[in-house]
């Protein structure tokens, strides 16, 4: 299984929107969780959201809920990341991945990780 480079992202003013995607190959993903994780400069890379392929169900970190939407589209084979009302502390790399795991186990820890190539997001005050 592969992760593609993950898309969308850029520089934004705080309060807009930005959407990222990313798709996964090589394989079927009922058994998967994918999920994306930010790293910021100077900071280790955490969880942000994550999402069951099979029945859709998410997890997200408490920073991001209410404003952050994670879905998938299974003829694709693609996730994305719905971000609104985007602050400062919001800018980091975000990187997607993969594991044949739950979102709920990908939330706790990130060992076993697929990661795709990540995609910058800056958000300026």
């Known amino acids: 299984l592969r992760c593609s480079c993950a898309s969308g992202g850029g520089l934004v003013q705080s309060g807009g929107s930005l959407r990222l995607s990313c798709a996964a190959s090589?394989?079927?993903?009922?058994?998967?969780?994918l999920g994306w994780f930010r790293q910021a400069p100077g900071k280790e890379r955490d969880f942000v959201a994550a999402i069951n392929w099979s029945t859709g169900s998410t997890y997200y970190a408490e920073s991001v809920k209410g404003r952050f939407t994670i879905s998938r589209d299974n003829a694709k084979n693609t996730v994305y990341l719905q971000m609104n009302s985007l602050k400062p502390e919001d800018t980091a790399v975000y990187y997607c991945?993969?594991?044949?795991?739950?979102?709920?186990?990908?939330?706790?820890?990130?060992?076993?990780?697929?990661w795709g190539k990540g995609t910058l997001v800056t958000v300026s005050s």
């Open positions: 991945a993969a594991r044949r795991t739950t979102a709920q186990t990908m939330s706790i820890t990130s060992r076993g990780n697929i």
């Open positions: 090589g394989r079927t993903f009922s058994t998967y969780a």
